[in-house]
């Protein structure tokens, strides 16, 4: 009975959910009633393809539902945070201030979200470290160091590998990785040109050492 009880009472929160997600959408994308079945119907169709909730679907949803939308490019949009949420365990709000901070970093069009999404998803299957954690330290090593990685010259692809590889060997978090390889980029920059000094080398090698890589 006690079972039963709780389930109802999670049946009734998760209708609660829904209905002010939808009046939420409702609000920030002035839709038909009609247009709000829609929503729902869609919303359930894409939890089940993509293994999760409508709740979840919904959730996310709200981020990019606005006038310039419409019903099946707010939902098309989401695809990308809903993956990278369900797989690092970040939430639907952090998954989607990451792709987009990515998306900035790395000068990409929102179009290849998904992108940024599956070469995170990659490089943490290929780490030795459980998938969630991978993904979550990569993106705080991201969003600490893209800017100053891209003005380097690497791509996401490049520097996503980078960042995956010094993390597992050391276990290090992402944001100290990050943070050595800002300095190390800043270095480097300088010694680009000729007035290159033994304090710049030894600041490198310094911050090479942070993350558990000796020069000699």
């Known amino acids: 009975v006690l079972n039963f009880v709780s389930q109802l009472r999670q049946g009734v929160d998760t209708a609660l959910f829904l209905n002010t997600a939808l009046t939420t959408i409702n609000e920030t994308m002035p839709v038909t009633k009609n247009g709000l079945v829609e929503i729902g119907d869609k919303s359930l169709k894409m939890a089940q393809d993509l293994g999760t909730s409508a709740a979840d679907v919904l959730s996310v949803a709200q981020i990019y539902a606005n006038l310039n939308e419409t019903v099946d490019n707010m939902l098309e949009k989401s695809k990308p945070t809903l993956y990278l949420s369900n797989a690092s365990g970040l939430s639907g709000s952090e998954a989607a201030d990451t792709i987009q901070a990515s998306l900035i970093q790395f000068d990409l069009a929102e179009q290849e979200a998904m ?102």
């Open 115 to 216: 992108r940024v999404t599956d070469v995170f998803e990659t490089v943490s299957a290929n780490m030795k470290m459980e998938f969630g954690r991978g993904i979550q330290e990569i993106t705080e090593g991201i969003q600490t160091s893209g800017s100053v990685a891209v003005e380097a010259g690497y791509d996401l692809e490049r520097y996503t590998a980078m960042l995956g590889s010094v993390i597992e060997a050391t276990r290090f978090d992402g944001s100290r990785v990050g943070n050595a390889y800002k300095m190390i980029f800043a270095r480097l920059g300088g010694a680009k040109s000729d007035d290159v000094t033994a304090e710049d080398v030894s600041d490198t090698e310094k911050a090479y050492k942070t993350i558990g890589i000796s020069l000699r």
